[in-house]
């Protein structure tokens, strides 16, 4: 590809995402007057994109009537365009964007209904990651490595959430009648804290406890010592069984190591 064609598509990119029309003046054969043709274009990329992000958070859309979910899908949109050529992985701020835009009183369980459905996405999307096994942490042992400072992370597949809503149980229940006829959602304001997995072709979860979670947290981003997330799950419940905890997250292929996370 020439140099001049290269940025010819970037600068034609940055107009679908807002910028104006005169950078694309060397390549126009049209007056300047004409130029608004060219927000057909930019129109269809916005209406692909809203119907991305639609299609991205299912649930909520069957919850919340169409117009009113469209609009706020549209005002997310013009502020965050598509960074990737897969749309699947688009809208990963929009929970988070909801959260900002809507008052507390207003849906308040609409930003982690839509954090539950974009985690469930990212569970399906995730990299394959090879699971550390237990024989390979006896290895290591055995190579002196001091296991408590040994720093594991959650696999790609493994995701963690939690919410003041029983956010799950409609999820669960709405996921397997889209299409049917629309009741009003009721959520229980009663905190639950998931962790779900990609395995053997289908999503498994479980809820868990208060230490539970802490200890998944901890180690969630890779950069926590296996013996520090093991305290900050004490300092919840200083009768939490952490061996049990730490064989059932390595039989379920739960861990991976950080570097090989990272790479």
Same mark, same amino acid.
């Given at each position: ?37 060219? $927000? ?10 809203? *119907? ?11 919850? #919340? ?10 005002? %997310? ?12 992985? %688009? ?10 835009? #809507? ?6 369980? &609409? ?13 399906? #999307? ?25 720093? $594991?992370? $959650?696999?790609?597949?493994? *995701? #963690? ?33 998931? &962790? ?37 799950? &004490? ?29």
């Amino acid at each position: 590809m020439q140099p001049a064609d290269l940025l010819f598509q970037t600068q034609f990119v940055e107009f679908l995402q807002g910028e104006k029309a005169a950078r694309l003046a060397p390549w126009l054969a049209e007056p300047p007057t004409k130029w608004r043709r060219l $927000l057909v274009y930019r129109n269809s990329s916005i209406k692909a994109s809203v *119907q991305a992000v639609l299609d991205n958070f299912p649930v909520c859309q069957a919850l #919340l009537p169409p117009e009113q979910l469209r609009q706020l899908v549209r005002a %997310y949109v013009l502020e965050h365009r598509p960074a990737h050529a897969v749309l699947a992985w %688009y809208g990963q701020q929009f929970p988070d964007w909801l959260q900002q835009c #809507l008052s507390q009183h207003h849906c308040p369980w &609409l930003a982690d209904l839509a954090r539950l459905e974009r985690c469930w996405l990212n569970s399906v #999307l995730a990299a394959e990651q090879a699971a550390i096994r237990s024989e390979q942490l006896a290895l290591l042992a055995e190579q002196g490595q001091d296991i408590q400072t040994l720093r $594991l992370g $959650l696999r790609p597949c493994v *995701q #963690l959430l939690e919410s003041n809503f029983t956010v799950w149980d409609l999820w669960l229940q709405k996921r397997h009648q889209l299409g049917s006829p629309d009741h009003a959602p009721v959520f229980l304001q009663h905190s639950q804290r998931l &962790l779900w997995r990609q395995a053997d072709f289908s999503l498994q979860h479980r809820q868990l406890n208060a230490a539970e979670w802490a200890f998944f947290q901890a180690i969630s981003n890779g950069n926590c010592p296996l013996g520090e997330a093991a305290a900050a799950a &004490l300092a919840v419940d200083d009768s939490f069984d952490l061996s049990t905890c730490f064989a059932n997250a390595l039989a379920q292929g739960l861990l991976c190591h950080t570097k090989e996370r990272n790479r």
